[in-house]
């Protein structure tokens, strides 16, 4: 099975590539989703970040209570680092999980949709690494425009992230989204094509 890893800055379309790529008949593991389905109740990543910053993440069904954790664990680069430490094994284990699950089933390809492919190394594990390319003016717009994010939030969130350039260089397949959302597709459609043909 052809490992897909996807990738791109906030705002710069990757979740309109991913689901255009499952609307395609690919499937789609979402690190997003992943990384809140490892904080549930009974998970082994929440009872250690609750030993780790205390009971008082939880609230008393025992279901975390993001705000209180997102207190904690980003006031230090230490403290950061200490909740990474626990939930990025738990991520990448669970991903993989869910990616063998796809092969198992007899996928021909499956998508990881990742922000932070290259920053952890995972593109490593992957076939086929796609980035998803728009420039960071457009992304501020965007994100302010047609998701009512803070602006200054967002610009915080890109400066804390790898910049393009090095996006860009480790990438097999670059996705420009500086324009429509039609030409975005049309680029879409020539990774299916590609993707077909590799599998
Ligand atoms: P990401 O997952 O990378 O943060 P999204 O796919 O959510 O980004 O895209 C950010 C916002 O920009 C969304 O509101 C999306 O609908 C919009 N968007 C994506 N591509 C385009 C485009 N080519 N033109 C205009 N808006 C776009």
Known sequence: MLRIGLTGGIGSGKSTVARMLAEAG???VD??????DIM?????ALARAAEEFGADIL???GRLIRSELARRAFATEEATAKLNAITHPAI??????????CE??????????????????LDEAMDLN?????????????????????????SNRIARQVGDEVR?????VVLDNNGSPGQLEEQVRALVARIDAAS
Request: aromatic share 2%.
């Open 168 to 172: 860009r260089t480790k990438a097999d």
């Open 130 to 154: 796609v980035v998803v390319d728009t420039d960071v003016e457009e992304r501020v717009r965007r994100l302010v425009e047609k998701r009512g994010l803070d602006e200054a939030d967002v």
């Open 40 to 44: 549930e109740p009974g998970e082994p």
């Open 104 to 121: 198992a089933a007899g996928e021909r390809a499956a998508v990881y949709d990742m922000p932070l492919l290259f920053e952890l190394g």
């Open 92 to 101: 990448r284990e669970e991903a993989t999980r869910r990616l063998d699950a």
């Open 31 to 36: 690190a997003d989703q992943v990384a809140r």
């Open 59 to 61: 609230d008393t069904d």
């Open 26 to 28: 690919i499937p789609v």
